[in-house]
């Protein structure tokens, strides 16, 4: 079964830095545009960086200086890189893998910034 699997979430203090992955089972994300998206309690999941096959990449506004994302197509992985983390960064952070008319995805990991 084809999905996307989130990791490297957790508990980090205010200003502190984490890196996600999302790494696919039974494709490779080389032709796929991979997203990142997070949901806090109580909101609607939105979009946080996304970067295309074509390695054209956008930020939300308020994430933007702050949140690096990245492919590596040897390791078949994407990444997200935060750093100085607010307490509103405060989600579950959602990969999803698109092509076409397919898309695909993860379960989440948690992030919490909190002293």
């Known amino acids: 079964q084809l999905q996307v699997v989130e990791s490297g979430g957790g508990l980090v203090q205010p200003g502190g830095s984490l890196r996600i992955s999302c790494a696919p089972y039974?494709?490779?994300?080389?032709?796929?545009?991979i997203a990142w998206f997070r949901q806090a309690p109580g909101k609607e999941r939105e979009l946080v960086a996304i970067i295309t096959t074509s390695g054209s990449i956008n930020y939300a506004d308020s994430v933007k200086g702050r949140f690096t994302i990245s492919r590596d197509n040897t390791k078949n992985t994407v990444y997200l890189q935060m750093n100085s983390l607010k307490p509103e960064d405060t989600a579950v952070y959602y990969c999803?893998?698109?092509?076409?008319?397919?898309?695909?995805w993860g379960q989440g990991t948690q992030v919490t910034v909190s002293s």
């Open positions: 039974g494709f490779t994300l080389d032709y796929y545009s």
């Open positions: 999803k893998a698109s092509r076409l008319s397919h898309a695909y």
